[in-house]
């Protein structure tokens, strides 16, 4: 596609639930990442994949955090038995091979009740 | 690990005239990539500028210039005429030239343009 596209863009969840966020990056774009932004703060990293395999997932804060990239585009990042400490803005962000230009989508805002 | 440090939550500036954002970073390494990011309420992050630490000279994009003190590990942007589209969340980064592909931001500095 033309940008990073991220559904949903908003999601509402109640705490101990599973959610999926979706990442569907530029096409021809081999790496892929995942950013985890809270309310009035930088974006902290999480995870990156280049092509399907993740290439450091050593941002992510615990093992409720899963993230797959099976056909080495479309990315999903899972997270089980939410909290409401979950409650942020996820971004992804894809750049070609060995590329330093990142191009990020709109995020996805999750919020836990 | 590297750590990046924006000192000013909010900064003012009044159309047309010039503001400067600071931004301040701690590494080791010589090598590395430094990078300014906007980001509208419309929440997508978007590049303003970028630096490699191996060129002396400042880069500049239009309106957009840095300020790049490699020794002092100081990267300021300073953002000319300013206009009210240039109201926004402004984001200092880092990025390893060899360790790693992962962004370092900083925690941000609001940015209002009064008219």
């Known amino acids: 596609g033309a940008g990073v596209s991220q559904t949903p863009s908003n999601k509402v969840t109640e705490k101990g639930k599973y959610v999926e966020l979706r990442c569907d990056p530029i096409?021809?774009?081999?790496?892929l990442y995942w950013y985890r932004q809270s309310l009035g703060q930088g974006p902290e990293f999480l995870i990156y994949?280049?092509?399907?395999?993740?290439?450091?997932d050593s941002g992510l804060p615990n093992d409720r955090f899963f993230a797959v990239r099976p056909e080495g585009s479309v990315s999903t990042l899972k997270i089980q038995r939410t909290e409401r400490g979950d409650s942020a803005m996820y971004l992804c962000?894809?750049?070609?091979?060995?590329?330093?230009?990142?191009?990020f989508g709109s995020g996805t805002r999750l919020t836990v009740v | 690990a590297q750590t990046v440090t924006q000192s000013q939550p909010e900064m003012s500036v009044q159309e047309a005239e010039t503001v400067t954002l600071s931004c301040t970073y701690d590494?080791?390494?010589?090598?590395?990539?430094l990078f300014w990011y906007k980001q509208p309420p419309s929440r997508q992050m978007i590049l303003v500028i970028r630096?490699?630490?191996?060129?002396?000279q400042n880069a500049t994009e239009n309106r957009f210039s840095v300020n790049f003190q490699k020794a002092a590990k100081s990267f300021s942007l300073k953002i000319s005429d300013s206009q009210l589209g240039d109201a926004a969340m402004y984001f200092c980064?880092?990025?390893?030239?060899?360790?790693?592909?992962?962004?370092?931001f900083g925690a941000g500095t609001i940015l209002r343009v009064k008219s």
């Open positions: 962000a894809s750049s070609r091979r060995g590329g330093y230009g990142y191009t």
């Open positions: 096409s021809g774009h081999t790496a």
């Open positions: 994949f280049q092509g399907t395999g993740a290439a450091d």
């Open positions: 590494t080791s390494e010589s090598d590395y990539y």
């Open positions: 630096q490699e630490a191996y060129k002396q």
């Open positions: 980064a880092y990025r390893s030239m060899e360790y790693g592909n992962k962004l370092v």
